[in-house]
């Protein structure tokens, strides 16, 4: 099923005739495995190849050059895999919207989209200014998904927003779990592009930083960086519960505090995407889009972010939360939970109205 000639048409076309390529390529009623083999497959390869080659020759550790064969070689799989879960979830979310259920031009809109993070990628080697044309490139990909999301999978203009804000969060959601629990370091070109590669390095998050440093940002990314942030020190925190576990009357308090701090947060979120969606007869610009998609993000960690604000330890405030539920559903099995469940019964009303 590989041609390469079809192969170059499809990157060049994408490259060259962006608007032009999407209704040329849905015509032809592509299974997934052809636009994996003709497009996903050689774009990925390709680059990885080339950035890696370039990055050696280089001598620098800018993009791929500083990665050993092994990271390479799981950075590409990675990438590769990654690119069958976000056409799942747009094709989920087609679905929910109101758009066109299809697996096949689910694939196809993200075997289009990726090519410019693919040669972001490879420009990520050149030195100084690599990482600035990779962020542009990956930038440039989540563009052309937002175009061509409505041809392949039909997703009415009044939905478009929701569908698009609610893959994007929940790919950036599903990649941090991923990249928390592998561990693993990937490109500088496609941090930021995870939403379509899901790549994850230390250089280019430290190139994400430069860009929102002194607090400098558009509004166009902070809200995925600051959520960002926030999760990975709560991650760091340590937390020993008591011996006897039992909650102290001041653990609830502070509980029933941030839980009524977070819905608020998540409502103020909230209201300023149901604004932003009830923008009528105009077309959302970039900073737009963006700035919904890091408030998105913002709302699914409000409750870490409410927690660390604050000077909060996040894993105390998970051991607390699941005290109370425990209390609440076991009541009198131990000593412990006795204790505890009297004291969810002094706080009742507070704490029910969270639910």
């Known amino acids: 099923m590989f041609d390469i000639d079809a192969t170059i048409k499809w990157i060049s076309a994408v490259l060259k005739t962006p608007d032009e390529v999407a209704p040329q390529y849905k015509a032809i009623s592509a299974p997934f495995l052809q636009t994996f083999l003709q497009i996903v497959l050689p774009a990925f390869a390709g680059s990885y190849l080339i950035g890696g080659i370039l990055g050696w020759l280089l001598g620098g550790s800018a993009g791929l050059g500083g990665l050993s064969f092994m990271a390479l070689v799981l950075g590409l799989l990675f990438g590769l895999g990654w690119t069958f879960v976000v056409a799942f979830v747009f094709d989920f979310?087609?679905?929910?919207?109101?758009?066109v259920k299809n697996y096949d031009q689910a694939y196809a809109t993200v075997g289009l989209a990726i090519?410019?993070?693919?040669v972001g990628t490879i420009l990520g080697a050149l030195p100084w200014i690599g990482w600035l044309l990779s962020l542009v490139a990956a930038i440039y990909s989540l563009v052309l998904a937002w175009r061509f999301i409505p041809v392949f999978l039909a997703v009415p203009e009044d939905s478009r927003v929701k569908h698009y804000v609610a893959s994007v969060v929940t790919l950036l959601v599903t990649g941090l779990v991923v990249s928390i629990i592998w561990g693993t370091l990937f490109t500088a070109a496609a941090v930021t592009s995870s939403v379509l590669t899901s790549d994850n390095a230390e250089d280019s998050a430290e190139a994400v930083e430069r860009i929102f440093e002194d607090g400098k940002n558009t509004g166009m990314l902070g809200?995925?960086?600051r959520s960002g942030q926030l999760v990975a020190e709560a991650e760091q925190d340590v937390y020993e519960p008591p011996a006897d576990?039992?909650?102290?009357?001041a653990q609830v308090e502070n509980y029933i505090r941030t839980m009524q701090k977070t819905e608020g947060l998540r409502e103020r979120l909230a209201s300023k995407y149901e604004?932003?969606?009830?923008k009528s007869g105009e077309e959302p610009?970039?900073?737009?889009?963006?700035?919904?998609i890091g408030d998105m993000t913002r709302a699914t960690s409000a409750e870490i972010?409410?927690?660390?604000?604050?000077?909060?330890?996040?894993?105390?405030?998970l051991w607390i939360k699941d005290a109370i539920e425990t209390a609440r559903v076991q009541q009198d099995i131990n000593d412990a939970v006795s204790h505890n469940y009297a004291l969810y019964l002094e706080y009742k009303e507070e704490i029910?109205?969270?639910d």
């Open 275 to 278: 604004k932003f969606d009830e």
């Open 352 to 354: 029910e109205a969270l």
């Open 285 to 292: 610009s970039l900073t737009d889009i963006f700035g919904g």
């Open 93 to 99: 979310f087609a679905g929910t919207f109101g758009g």
């Open 223 to 225: 809200g995925l960086e």
């Open 305 to 317: 972010e409410v927690v660390k604000t604050a000077g909060g330890n996040w894993k105390e405030h």
């Open 115 to 118: 090519v410019p993070a693919c």
């Open 245 to 249: 576990g039992e909650l102290t009357e």
